[in-house]
């Protein structure tokens, strides 16, 4: 019996939506050690970004993240911190 290589993820264009969130979810790889986490929260922050999911307060209590070196409130503050940052590139 042999192992397959793991599929391929589906790479977006650098100005969508998509890839912004999954964008921001990576700069958190310092905390956040397990990839699926950060694909996990990429997710929910795509979704959060068009209207359809939870803020990253619920997000991040619900979500059972492997956290190191932050609190779950703190990462919170942070992530609130990166929409905030990205609503304005959009707007402008």
């Known amino acids: 019996m042999t192992t397959l ?4 993820t589906k790479q977006y264009p650098d ?5 912004k969130a999954y964008d921001i979810a990576e700069k958190f ?8 986490d950060r694909n ?3 997710f ?3 979704r959060y970004l068009k209207g359809e999911g939870d803020t990253p307060e619920v997000i991040i209590r619900t979500a ?3 956290l190191n070196g932050i609190t ?7 992530l609130n911190d990166e929409i905030a940052k990205l609503k304005e590139e959009l707007k402008g």
């Not at 100005?15 to 890839?19: H, M």
């Not at 779950?72 to 942070?78: R, S, T």
């Open 5 to 8: 290589a793991a599929p391929l």
């Open 15 to 19: 100005n969508s939506l998509e890839k």
């Open 40 to 42: 996990r929260l990429g």
């Open 64 to 66: 059972r993240f492997t």
């Open 29 to 36: 790889k310092d905390y956040m050690p397990l990839m699926n």
């Open 44 to 46: 929910n922050l795509y």
């Open 72 to 78: 779950k409130d703190e990462l919170a503050a942070k």
